[in-house]
């Protein structure tokens, strides 16, 4: 894994270290507190019903996108 080295104060690292669980890297603690999330975490949120609806949606935005850039390019 890639490494960047930051500066930040004495105020902005107590702040972050505050907020640091005792076996939590400073680097796990700034993706925990940027909201991020892992992909899987939103496994089985949607309903198979609501899953195959989205699905079907898409599908069909993605052809009338196509249909539309064609159009476009054909000008």
């Known amino acids: 894994m890639t490494t960047?080295?930051?500066?930040?104060?004495?105020?902005a690292y107590n702040a972050l270290k505050s907020k640091?669980?005792?076996?939590?890297?400073?680097?796990?603690?700034?993706?925990?507190?940027s909201?991020?999330?892992k992909l899987?975490?939103?496994?089985?949120?949607?309903?198979p019903e609501s899953?195959?609806?989205?699905e079907k949606s898409i599908k069909e935005d993605r052809k009338r996108h196509?249909?539309?850039?064609q159009a476009r390019a054909v000008k």
């Open 66 to 69: 196509r249909f539309l850039h």
């Open 40 to 47: 899987s975490s939103f496994i089985g949120v949607l309903s």
């Open 4 to 11: 960047k080295t930051l500066t930040i104060t004495e105020d």
């Open 20 to 33: 640091k669980d005792t076996n939590e890297s400073f680097s796990e603690v700034i993706v925990r507190l």
């Open 51 to 54: 899953a195959d609806a989205l």
């Open 35 to 37: 909201g991020r999330k």
